[in-house]
């Protein structure tokens, strides 16, 4: 299957400017990207990078990511899924880069599943990951997209399944997303947190991120 990676390489991850400086954000984007792509590699498929701009593959030294396709399409993310998917029958996968939970075993599920839309939402109303199995359906991932896609499915007459998976639901957007990366992943995304000195901080009455 096709797993299409989309990536926003130019100013990634605005909501952490509280913690991270540009450049911070920068890297750690393609942290949890080079972890997005192995879980890929994983589980059996060869990923595709949808970037808004050029980037240098080799830069974070991972070898997964120096040999993996990327395409640049700068256009809005819809419309830039809508063209790959416009260009081919064949099932496709579309997979957030911001998933760094995400495991060999949860994308395997995702796609295991033979209905003709599969969707992982995201927290909040999102959505994650995304399977195509009909040549009619197209994304739109502006607002309450989970919402909008299940009634997509229904407008093309594509049957469609909901796949609850804590790992591809977590999406990494705000400060306080840093937590589950912490605490439930092993990955490229957990080791630069931890080199750029983030820890657990269960201080408060609520697990928090500090920073040394």
Same mark, same amino acid.
């Given at each position: ?24 954000r920068?890297?750690?984007?393609r ?10 590699h ?5 990923p595709v ?6 980037f ?6 991972n070898?997964?990511l120096? $040999?993996? !396709? &990327?395409? =640049?399409?700068d256009?809005p +993310?819809? *419309? /830039?899924?809508?063209?790959? @998917?416009?260009?081919? $029958?064949? !099932? &496709?996968? =579309?997979?957030?880069?911001? +998933?760094? *939970? /995400?495991?060999?075993?949860? @994308? ?25 199995r ?11 997209s ?5 009634h ?7 049957s469609?399944?909901?796949?609850d ?8 957007d ?18 630069w ?8 901080d269960?201080?408060?009455?609520r697990?928090g991120?500090?920073r040394?």
């Open positions: 299957m096709r797993v299409v990676v989309p990536f926003a390489a130019e100013q990634p991850k605005t909501r952490l400017s509280s913690v991270l400086s540009p450049d911070e920068r890297t750690f984007a942290a949890m990207l080079d972890d997005v792509l192995t879980v890929v994983e589980a059996g498929h060869d990078v949808l970037a808004t701009a050029p240098e593959s080799d830069s974070t030294g070898a997964i120096r $040999d993996t !396709p &990327v395409v =640049v399409d256009r +993310l819809s *419309l /830039a899924v809508n063209s790959v @998917l416009s260009e081919t $029958d064949a !099932p &496709v996968a =579309v997979v957030m880069s911001d +998933l760094p *939970l /995400a495991t060999r075993e949860s @994308l395997q599920r995702l796609i295991a599943v033979d209905s003709e839309i599969v969707i992982a939402p995201g927290r909040g109303g999102g959505t994650n990951a995304l399977v195509v009909h040549a009619d359906f197209r994304v739109d991932y502006h607002g309450v989970y919402r909008d896609h299940l997509v499915a229904r407008d093309v007459g594509a469609v399944e909901t796949v998976s804590f790992r591809l639901a977590t999406d990494v705000e400060p306080t997303d840093l937590v589950e990366v912490l605490l439930h992943s092993d990955g490229d995304t957990t080791q947190l931890v080199d750029a000195g983030f820890d657990l269960s201080t408060g009455g697990v991120v500090r040394d």
